[in-house]
């Protein structure tokens, strides 16, 4: 199944019922299931999100970012291939 067409100005409940997964250089991947991050950061848009997006642990910004339907991980992290994943550009003003 291809994925739609995504744009960086959408806001977080156009896309309900997916995940955005951020990876930081210090190697923690985390999870973000796009209706809890409107519930605690009001329905912005993924540039908005992605612009402020910082580490927990380390406080750097994303290295990798995708918008996934269903879950990305990694296959020796005990997961396999999501529905669809699109990667999102961290370049072109996102930074």
């Not at 291809?2 to 806001?11: E, G, V």
């Not at 290295?63 to 991980?73: Q, T, Y």
Request: glycine share 10%; with cysteine; net charge positive.
């Amino acid at each position: 199944m291809h994925p739609p067409a995504f744009h960086p100005d959408h806001k977080l409940l156009d896309w309900p019922d997916c995940r955005l997964e951020l990876r930081c250089s210090c190697g923690i991947t985390v999870f973000y299931p796009t209706q809890i991050l409107a519930t605690r950061h009001g329905n912005r848009p993924f540039r908005h999100i992605l612009q402020r997006a910082k580490c927990s642990r380390c406080g750097s910004r994303p290295v990798a970012a995708w918008l996934c339907a269903g879950e990305r991980r990694e296959r020796g992290r005990g997961g396999g291939e999501p529905d669809w994943a699109i990667e999102l550009s961290l370049s072109s003003g996102l930074r």
